[in-house]
């Protein structure tokens, strides 16, 4: 399919988003649809202020279930480079959350692993560094590997050695022909970026060491579909994976899981696999493969009624923020994340209704959010001029902002947390 644009401008014309004709994973039939976000713009592809008079290319947004092996997935891909490009403003040290989980799991892995000088962690997808300099700061080697020239310089200019490169199984070769391999392989909020699966897993069991362990991180797509996560949802998001799904890609590739981690806290629902050579009777394992399909994620038909439920909560969201207009309430936003651009875009909210958004990114700060072009400031202008409420765009770190904002909530000001349906709240929500 071509893409297709808003106006008439043929700004970035070559660029398509390819159907998709088989599962990413299993090589299946095409995945069924169920449910689609309309067309958007790329959700990290942030607007400068020259860009305002151009007109954005938008592309199918649009979800299907492999009903083989269980992978929920795009069904329209664009090209990698295209999304994490020189321009890709994700930092992950911007999030105190993120960055106290990475120090944990630093430290257990140092415990469990008996890591030492000797070692070698290597995190695919490392960003600015925010996980691998723990290790680099306790004498032990790391290597990150960061497609995304921003913040693979920030890592490096924090003394995390870092490749810029995509990973894939041709890399992995090409790290072992140079003497590496990995203790540990971290592959943190990845997995789902990842146009080809296969040749990523492939890569990750060539590089792993024989004893070595590997830790991915993802959203659950459980967690999407019970709290409707819908605006996890964007064209840099190609996969949304179970436990299922995720068993049956590692065994494809020689690897199999040793124990699963849930994080209900994180990121709205996060899922941690350990994986290793060596196969193992986990009864974690079992449970967690046990739990999910009683909840129905190997169907079909637990996925057909979301597409419902996004728009009940859409339609729940936008008359609040009609309301609140027409009662001369005043609302801006809090967090210019990805899944901020999906809600904004796919509910048609523009800055009639969200005036501006404040974001913590200095990388962020001065642009604006592709498609609803609602400008990016710095969180000291809600002292300057506070609006009525403030929709928290990056709901996942809700009580980090809402203890950061307390002063905003002295004066009166007022939560709005979308998901899994609006609620206005004065302060923090008990999860």
């Not at 020239?149 to 199984?169: I, Q």
């Not at 592959?187 to 990750?204: C, I, K, Q, T, W």
Request: proline share 6%; hydrophobic share 40%; glycine share 8%.
């Amino acid at each position: 399919m071509s893409t297709e644009y808003v106006g008439q401008s043929h700004t970035h014309a070559e660029v398509t988003a390819a159907p998709v004709g088989s599962c990413r994973s299993c090589g299946g039939p095409q995945p069924r649809p169920f449910l689609s976000l309309g067309r958007t713009p790329i959700a990290n592809r942030l607007l400068r202020p020259d860009d305002l008079a151009e007109h954005e290319p938008v592309f199918p947004l649009e979800v299907g279930f492999c009903e083989s092996c269980t992978l929920v997935q795009l069904t329209h891909a664009l090209p990698a480079e295209e999304i994490f490009d020189a321009d890709y403003p994700y930092f992950s040290s911007f999030s105190d959350m993120l960055c106290r989980h990475a120090e944990k799991h630093v430290t257990e892995l140092m415990i469990s692993r008996d890591l030492g000088p000797d070692s070698l962690v290597v995190e695919i997808a490392s960003n600015d560094g925010y996980l691998l300099r723990a290790f680099v700061e306790r004498g032990i080697p790391v290597l990150g590997i960061e497609p995304s020239p921003g913040p693979a310089a920030a890592a490096r200019a924090a003394g995390v050695p870092t490749r810029e490169d995509f990973f894939n199984a041709d890399l992995a070769r090409s790290l072992v022909a140079e003497g590496l391999r990995a203790d540990v392989i971290i592959a943190n909020n990845v997995m789902a970026h990842v146009p080809d699966l296969n040749s990523f897993v492939e890569g990750m069991s060539i590089l792993v060491a024989d004893d070595g362990i590997i830790t991915v991180e993802n959203p659950g797509v459980g967690a999407l579909l019970e709290h409707t996560e819908f605006d996890t949802v964007y064209h840099e998001h190609f996969c949304y994976f179970s436990t299922i799904a995720v068993d049956a890609l590692m065994r494809r590739h020689g690897l199999h899981l040793a124990g699963v981690e849930e994080f209900p806290e994180l990121q709205g629902g996060t899922l941690r696999w350990n994986l290793q050579h060596a196969a193992v009777d986990s009864p974690q394992v079992r449970e967690r493969l046990d739990r999910e399909r009683a909840a129905g994620l190997d169907t079909f038909d637990r996925y057909a009624s979301f597409g419902d439920d996004v728009r009940e909560l859409q339609a729940e969201l936008v008359t609040l923020l009609r309301e609140l207009r027409e009662h001369g309430r005043t609302v801006a936003a809090y967090g210019a994340a990805a899944k901020g651009a999906t809600l904004l875009n796919s509910s048609g909210i523009t800055t009639d209704l969200v005036q501006y958004v404040v974001d913590r990114n200095v990388h962020k700060q001065g642009k604006y959010i592709p498609g609803a072009r609602t400008p990016i400031l710095d969180p000291a202008v809600l002292a300057q001029r506070q609006p009525d409420y403030l929709l928290l765009l990056a709901w996942n770190v809700r009580e980090e902002i809402m203890a950061q904002q307390s002063t905003f909530a002295r004066r009166g000001g007022k939560f709005i947390v979308p998901v899994p349906r609006p609620v206005v709240c004065a302060g923090p929500l008990m999860a």
